[in-house]
């Protein structure tokens, strides 16, 4: 089954322990994205990659980090966590090229995050 | 910059009620628009799409389309059930931004509690 996978699911932790979530997709695809949702504001974009190696900030960068070492995993990482990340995080991946839909995201199903 | 703007909710209907859910957006070019719809515990999934202006995209009974003239990708459905109870969020795709060439601009979401 197609499908990008996060771990954990839930986390509650407190400030300043580092976390890293994991992302995994199955389908060959290239480009990959963290977003976060927070009430109110909908989803916004942490990171995104184009590719192995190749990742750039979204809107909302500040306190997180990624790597892109291998094209199926982009993980994302809390290095002092803080409150206000407290979220909902989600990541996704599509693919390229110029068949119809083959840019549509494929959503991971999320990772509350709770920092304490 | 881009944004898109939902309806507040929650809306709230009886089964076999008319559903809309009001999207504007603001954006420079020419977009892509896309409804993606969040049942409880699980990640987002697309429901529809447009490309481009006047397109209709349609699933599941739901129906939206793009109007340019009114900057506008409004969700309806002429009988709702039960199972369609979830959160709907409307976004943007646009070619010019500079977040990846797969970046979504999301709206707030709206929660549609559909009642027996």
């Known amino acids: 089954e197609a499908q990008v996978t996060q771990n954990p699911r839930y986390l509650i932790t407190v400030t300043g322990k580092k976390l890293t979530v994991t992302c995994s997709q199955n389908?060959?695809?290239?480009?990959m994205s963290w977003y976060r949702q927070d009430p109110g504001l909908g989803l916004r974009q942490i990171y995104y990659?184009?590719?192995?190696?190749?990742?750039d900030k979204g809107d909302v960068p500040e306190g997180y980090k990624v790597s892109r070492k291998e094209k199926r995993n982009f993980p994302l990482i809390l290095e002092s966590p803080s409150p206000n990340q407290t979220s909902l995080y989600f990541c996704?991946?599509?693919?390229?090229?110029?068949?119809?839909?083959?840019?549509?995201?494929?959503f991971g199903a999320g990772s509350r995050l709770t920092v304490l | 910059g881009d944004s898109v703007t939902q309806m507040e909710g929650p809306v709230t209907l009886s089964e076999e009620a008319f559903l809309t859910i009001n999207c504007t957006y603001t954006?420079?070019?020419?977009?892509?628009l896309f409804w993606y719809v969040q049942y409880p515990g699980e990640g987002l999934q697309l429901l529809l799409k447009?490309?481009?202006?006047?397109d209709k995209g349609s699933n599941k009974g739901f129906e939206a389309t793009y109007r340019k003239e009114t900057t506008s990708f409004h969700l309806e459905k002429g009988s709702v059930q039960v199972s369609d109870s979830a959160v709907y969020f409307c976004a943007l795709r646009n070619r010019m931004f500079s977040g990846g060439y797969n970046k979504l601009i999301f709206g707030a979401g709206t929660r549609l509690a559909v009642h027996p």
């Open positions: 447009a490309t481009k202006a006047d």
């Open positions: 389908m060959n695809h290239e480009y």
């Open positions: 990659s184009m590719n192995v190696e190749v990742t």
């Open positions: 996704a991946s599509s693919g390229t090229g110029s068949l119809s839909g083959a840019y549509v995201l494929t």
């Open positions: 954006a420079t070019g020419y977009p892509s």
